[in-house]
């Protein structure tokens, strides 16, 4: 299976490169670099500040969990969009290939991390509330975040940095299945966002996403 990364909004985290290999999941080595790493507060580190150094934090093991969402079903010639579960246990390894700061993910394989500057968020880049089971909010809220799974926040997620992961791999039907992943960093130990994917046949997953520290 080939797979081809893309990147969006790139820019070049300023840390020691380091392969990923070098260091072994779970290994003392990686967690003596996280223990050693300063806290990391997506509320209040700059940009800069991240690019500079702080995005070591980042390094070691993440498990994604992934939900709730929605998928597309084709039914009686109509596509709707039917509930999926919260779905949990992949896990990413964060690290740094050159200077840049990357995941290793079975599935993905390598892939460049961009990150972007806090700013507003913009209506209809989030998920419905009723489609990702937030009967609690008002009709036609957008969700941007699991806030149920990160719990407390000490800001919004327009006050948090963000980092996108772009990629597509070939389905063997001619057509790519892409997923696009939008987080918002909360701290060293959590991120949270968005992901889509599409594919063959009008393929269509969509739902929250949330990586948490291993």
Same mark, same amino acid.
């Given at each position: 299976m080939i797979w081809r990364r893309a990147l969006a909004v790139a820019v070049l985290l300023g840390a020691a490169p380091l392969a990923l290999a070098q260091t072994a999941p779970g290994s003392l080595a990686e967690a003596s670099s996280f223990f050693k790493a300063p806290p990391l507060d997506g509320c209040r580190i700059s940009l800069e500040e991240l690019i500079k150094g702080g995005s070591a934090a980042l390094r070691g093991q993440w498990v994604v969990q992934k939900g709730p969402g929605e998928i597309a079903q084709a039914a009686g010639g109509r596509i709707e969009m039917v509930p999926l579960p919260q779905r949990t246990g992949e896990v990413l390894l964060l690290g740094f290939r050159n200077g840049r700061l990357v995941a290793d993910s079975a599935a993905l394989g390598f892939l460049p991390i961009g990150v972007e500057d806090r700013a507003p968020v913009k209506p209809g880049t989030g998920l419905r509330a009723e489609s990702?089971?937030?009967?609690?909010?008002?009709?036609?809220? *957008?969700?941007?975040?699991? *806030?149920?799974?990160?719990?407390?926040?000490?800001?919004?997620?327009?006050?948090?940095?963000?980092?996108?992961?772009?990629?597509?791999?070939?389905?063997?039907?001619?057509?790519?299945?892409?997923?696009?992943?939008?987080?918002?960093?909360v701290d060293q130990s959590r991120m949270s966002g968005t992901y889509r994917e599409t594919g063959p046949g009008g393929r269509l997953e969509r739902g929250l996403i949330t990586l948490l520290r291993r």
């Open positions: 990702v089971g937030r009967g609690d909010l008002a009709d036609g809220t *957008e969700v941007f975040l699991d *806030e149920l799974a990160l719990g407390a926040l000490s800001c919004g997620a327009d006050q948090l940095l963000r980092l996108n992961l772009l990629a597509e791999r070939d389905s063997g039907t001619g057509e790519a299945l892409r997923q696009d992943i939008r987080l918002f960093l």
